[in-house]
């Protein structure tokens, strides 16, 4: 089992940059992947961003070039920077874990609003 707790959302305008966390405890030897997702009102959630355990990445077309996945092993921490923001960014963005290529687990969400 995984407990994520993510930080660092909050209010910017557009143009803006912000720098998530997820902070990671308990088997986490046996995560293989850890991602972000978000979810805006109204819709369904949709992947941002992977790293896999052998550092491989993946990105939501819409947010390539702009966000960057990464992660701080010696913190077991994963942080998803975003620069460029947009009002479309605006979302509830969740970090992700999955275990043994088979185990999903999920953050509480944090939010993350971009003013025009």
């Known amino acids: 089992q995984v407990h994520l707790v993510e930080s660092g959302g909050g209010l910017v305008q557009a143009g803006g940059s912000l720098k998530l966390s997820c902070a990671a405890s308990?088997?986490?030897?046996?995560?293989?992947?850890m991602g972000w997702y978000r979810q805006a009102p109204g819709k369904q959630r949709e992947l941002v961003a992977t790293?896999?355990?052998?550092?491989?990445?993946n990105y939501f077309d819409s947010v390539k070039g702009r966000f960057t996945i990464s992660r701080d092993n010696a913190k077991m921490t994963t942080y998803l920077q975003m620069n460029s923001l947009k009002p479309e960014d605006t979302a509830t963005y969740y970090c992700?874990?999955?275990?043994?290529?088979?185990?999903?687990?999920w953050g509480q969400g944090t939010q993350v609003t971009v003013s025009s």
């Open positions: 992700y874990a999955l275990l043994n290529w088979s185990l999903g687990y």
């Open positions: 308990g088997n986490i030897q046996s995560i293989n992947v």
């Open positions: 790293l896999t355990s052998s550092g491989s990445t």
